[in-house]
């Protein structure tokens, strides 16, 4: 049987933090044998926020390591530069063409994001999630792996894909989400009703997957708990909640076995419980990145390949979509690269 599609991505932005790894990341590594997977760094996206050129060159390869790291497997899987196929730009305006100011207008993400730019709002921040919805179409995805925040953006995509089947037939598989049940949300640690974001303004509360081993020990001892000083799972104690969470997803044990670990203990042993965990699981995975960080011709050899594999799936949806609204199509022999 053939295997379904996934398609997924993460901004270089920013630096990845812990919520991208066990939001998204560290799932799609789980997913990487059951499915055709299809994994980008989406540097078209993170332009959409004015970014200094040479360190979003230099976060795109280091996103790369870090997919590496985590375990892609880049033969397994297409792993590739958002902005090296540039199907995505085209099949994006298309949509954009059948994409309405209002449902873009109600983008709880556009609304923070714009919230602080006061005149100068960019309309790539806009056009945003149409984008996104072009990346998953453009392979006809059948499931997007991302934490929870991404909901609206792949409602939106879906919608769009819907109208679009229903004005010119049926072109595109309508994508779902797959959310991690506990990975979905990682909150900040010192505002822990708020999402762990790498574009947060205080770094403090966010454990970044590059942190050295001072910083993460620093970041997760200083975490905001409450006063109750009892350790259990509820939304009363979010600070005590979040890190039950992390600790438990990168143990890998059900909530019960570790409130049962920490049964009679103390928020300090909490805390120390979160810090092994999260030490055993990114120590390993830097040392990975700095190997193969000093091998950067390995990294570009594989982003062609990457880019190339894409291409080839992205230019037959493309082209279907094109002919379906009326473009001549074009002479791929003139375009060949
Ligand atoms: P981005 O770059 O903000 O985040 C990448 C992935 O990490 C997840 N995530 C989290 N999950 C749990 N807890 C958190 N604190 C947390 N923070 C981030 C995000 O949900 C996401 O899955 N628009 C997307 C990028 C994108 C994309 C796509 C995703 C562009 N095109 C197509 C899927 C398919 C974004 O900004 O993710």
Redesign the pocket.
Known sequence: MKKQRI?????P?GNL?L??Y???LRNWVALQEEYECIY?I?DM?AITVRQNPQELRERSLLTMALYLAAGLDPQENIVFIQSHVPEHAQLGWILGCNSYMGELSRMTQYKDKSSRMGDSIPTGLFN?PV??AA??LLYNAHL???????TQ?LELTRDIAVRFNNAYGETFVIPKGYFNPF?????DLQTPEK????SSQNQQGILFLLDDEKTLKRKISRSVTDSLGTISYNDHQPGVKNLLNIFALLRELSIEESLAYFEGKGYKQLKDGVTEAVLDSLLPLQKKVNELMDNRSYLEDLMLHGAQRARALAKVTLADVEEKIGFIPRRTDEYRD
């Open positions: 398609f997924s991505g993460i901004q932005s933090t919520g991208n066990l939001g998204a980008s989406v996206h945003y984008l996104m990346d998953i997007v792996p991302v934490g929870e925040d991404q953006h990975g979905a949300r990682i909150y999402i762990m974001s790498k």
